[in-house]
């Protein structure tokens, strides 16, 4: 996923979404936005300055301030509104299909101080980038994280070989970008989720916001023989009379799947332990982006072919390890990142 989601380099990037905020909210970066307006800025780099700089692996880049550009159709809710976040950036590297993307809170560093630079934060206080605009308009885009797109502690769980693939470039940093049109920068992000009508309706349409559901899986001996590293045994993912209590009780139908929670089951095979963690989910692009209670890693739902359900974990983790943290225990292999569900009936998800 990039954090990584699925669908994306290895499944998109960005940040559970952690409130709303009003319209009137919107850009108060005078630096960035004179007028209040959103705004773009962005470059392509063309074959001559990639083959001068061997070790950039960024071909576009584009950052965008001001309301969400990333909304798509298919898992946002039909009332929400805009995202907490109010910068955002998105990259291209050399060779990919498909931009990456990240979203953080653009701040003065110190707001008493008018000279003050511009920093855009990430949870697990990380840093999306720094900002500034030259005398020309354009904006320098510095202290880039090599692991944007990745979780906190993600070179740990992936080991250097598979961080270094993964992360951005050495000199993947101190962009300077012209400023473009804001619908440039809209039509870019467009780039991170386009529609796929072969896999049928949204998962915010299939799941019911007054309905239960049961989805999981079951791995027989044979499949974990042949996939050593996998810890999973059995897994599930549900709504029963709990989790749709709770949405009767403070949810909002209109802006669904926003405020859902969800309960995750896993049987481990070492011990045949079974561990529920229960999260609450948020629309976000073509997929559902869950959290834990407390630290625990997010997951992310999306719908699959013929009915099935994917869900993701982040970077070799089960869905109940610390998400901030670089030292977490209970880390798992490579074989327990992306979990193909089916429909199940109810009494599969009873506890």
């Known amino acids: 996923?990039?954090?990584?989601?699925?669908?994306?380099?290895?499944?998109?990037?960005?940040?559970f979404i952690s409130g709303a905020a009003l319209a009137e909210d919107a850009p108060k970066l005078t630096e960035l936005s004179p007028n209040g307006a959103d705004v773009c800025f962005g470059r392509i780099y063309d074959a001559a300055h990639l083959k001068a700089h061997a070790h950039q692996k960024v071909a576009r880049i584009f950052f965008?301030?001001?309301?969400?550009?990333?909304?798509?159709?298919?898992?946002?809710?039909?009332?929400?509104?805009?995202?907490?976040?109010?910068?955002?950036?998105?990259?291209?590297?050399?060779?990919?299909?498909?931009?990456?993307?990240?979203?953080?809170?653009?701040?003065?560093?110190?707001?008493?101080?008018?000279?003050?630079?511009?920093?855009?934060?990430?949870?697990?206080?990380?840093?999306?980038a720094s900002l500034k605009v030259d005398d020309k308009g354009r904006l320098i885009l510095s202290n880039v994280q090599p692991d944007v797109y990745l979780?906190?502690?993600?070179?740990?769980?992936?080991?250097?070989?598979?961080?270094?693939?993964?992360?951005?470039?050495?000199?993947?940093?101190?962009?300077?970008?012209?400023?473009?049109?804001?619908?440039?920068?809209?039509?870019?992000?467009?780039r991170i989720d386009p529609i796929d009508p072969a896999l049928g309706a949204p998962l915010r349409q299939r799941l019911k916001p007054d309905q239960p559901f049961c989805?999981?899986?079951?791995?027989?001996?044979a499949h974990l023989k042949s996939h050593p590293d996998q810890v999973t045994q059995s897994i599930?993912?549900?709504?029963?009379?709990i989790e749709?209590?709770?949405?009767?009780a403070s949810g909002d139908a209109a802006n669904w799947p926003d405020g859902a929670d969800i309960a995750v089951s896993v049987t481990t095979r070492q011990k045949g332990a079974k561990v529920t963690q229960t999260y609450s989910c948020q629309g976000e692009a073509d997929q559902w982006r869950c959290s834990g209670?407390?630290?625990?890693?997010?997951?992310?739902?999306?719908?699959?072919?013929?009915?099935?359900?994917?869900?993701?974990?982040?970077?070799?983790?089960?869905?109940?390890?610390?998400l901030c943290s670089k030292a977490a225990g209970g880390k798992t292999k490579s074989d327990d990142k992306v979990y193909r569900l089916n429909p199940m009936p109810q009494s599969a998800c009873t506890p």
């Open 64 to 128: 965008y301030y001001g309301h969400d550009p990333v909304s798509r159709p298919n898992e946002e809710p039909s009332a929400l509104g805009d995202a907490a976040y109010n910068g955002f950036l998105t990259t291209t590297v050399r060779g990919a299909r498909k931009p990456e993307w990240a979203a953080g809170w653009c701040n003065k560093e110190d707001p008493g101080d008018r000279a003050s630079g511009i920093r855009c934060g990430m949870e697990c206080d990380r840093t999306l």
């Open 1 to 15: 996923m990039t954090s990584r989601m699925i669908g994306g380099a290895a499944f998109g990037a960005a940040l």
């Open 293 to 322: 209670s407390s630290k625990q890693k997010e997951i992310f739902l999306k719908r699959g072919a013929s009915g099935t359900m994917m869900l993701a974990n982040p970077n070799n983790a089960l869905a109940i390890v610390d």
């Open 151 to 190: 979780d906190a502690g993600a070179e740990e769980d992936l080991g250097k070989a598979k961080y270094n693939e993964q992360a951005l470039g050495s000199e993947d940093d101190n962009f300077r970008l012209d400023p473009m049109p804001a619908d440039t920068c809209k039509a870019e992000f467009a």
């Open 215 to 221: 989805y999981g899986r079951d791995y027989d001996d």
């Open 244 to 248: 749709l209590a709770s949405f009767a």
């Open 236 to 241: 599930r993912v549900f709504r029963g009379p």
